[in-house]
């Protein structure tokens, strides 16, 4: 198993602000496979995208990625993760104003040791011909793309992506899930993909529902839907 989550922990806060957030997860990822993480909101599933992505401490359990564990990893060795395993995409794209798309993608290609082709990956995502633009003269679903561009650049193992539809427009939502489905199948990187939306979990791998910082549901799709295909986005 890729990714190995066993009864992981994580609070907020303390005495009346006290707030247990997961209650006790226990669930892996084989590599390559993309992964939905359901819930309603506070159901803990940006939790558990910030706690295997080392953005968050964990108060127990354990969270191992290739075997590594991530749990009690000093900061400088939890950066190194980091850098050297994975990318992030959010639902906000982030990207820095007074750059160029292609700037913008160098940020990150400049801390990768073996970083994708930048042309290929331009060409990939539809970007060559924005390349030189900057931000402000991209529409959502561009800027949306080219912040995916800057995750993949590095090259990682793991794609962590917080609602990466979430301000996007059913089409264009559609246009980036079919990108996504064409770089799992290209680079057979592992996808962990939080969102809120329904249908998206038709189109991966396996699925984890989460409730009240449970998991309520695990499942592995025996049958996917191409995301082109995907209704009520």
């Known amino acids: 198993m890729y990714l190995e989550i066993n009864q992981l922990k994580k609070s907020y806060g303390k005495d009346e602000s006290f707030i247990q957030v997961l209650k006790g997860v226990t ?11 359901q819930g309603t909101s506070g159901s803990g599933k940006s939790t558990l995208l910030n706690c295997i992505g080392g953005l968050d401490t964990i108060d127990s359990g354990s969270v191992k990625v290739a075997g590594q564990e991530i749990f009690g990893l000093s900061q400088k060795a939890l950066a190194e993760y980091r850098r050297e395993n994975l990318g992030f995409i959010f639902q906000f794209y982030n990207l820095v104003p007074n750059l160029t798309v292609k700037e913008n993608i160098k940020i990150c290609e400049h801390i990768s040791k073996n970083p994708l082709n930048m042309e290929e990956l331009l060409e990939t995502l539809g970007l060559t ?9 991209l529409s959502g679903g561009q800027q949306q793309r080219c912040a995916i561009a800057r995750a993949l650049i590095k090259n990682p193992k793991l794609l962590l992506c917080d609602e990466p539809t979430g301000a996007l427009d059913s089409k264009t939502s559609r ?12 680079y057979h990187m592992t996808m962990l993909i939080v969102t809120h939306n329904n249908s998206i979990k038709n189109m991966v791998h396996k699925v984890i529902i989460l409730k009240d910082g449970l998991i309520k549901k695990d499942y592995e799709n025996e049958v996917r839907v191409p995301a082109a295909e995907l209704e009520d986005l």
Do not use: R, W
Request: hydrophobic share 40%; net charge neutral; proline share 3%.
């Open 129 to 137: 011909e924005h390349q030189n633009k900057f931000p402000f003269q």
């Open 27 to 37: 669930t892996g990822v084989k590599e390559g496979q993309t992964c939905v993480i």
């Open 175 to 186: 246009d980036i899930l079919v990108l996504l489905e064409k770089i799992n199948a290209k």
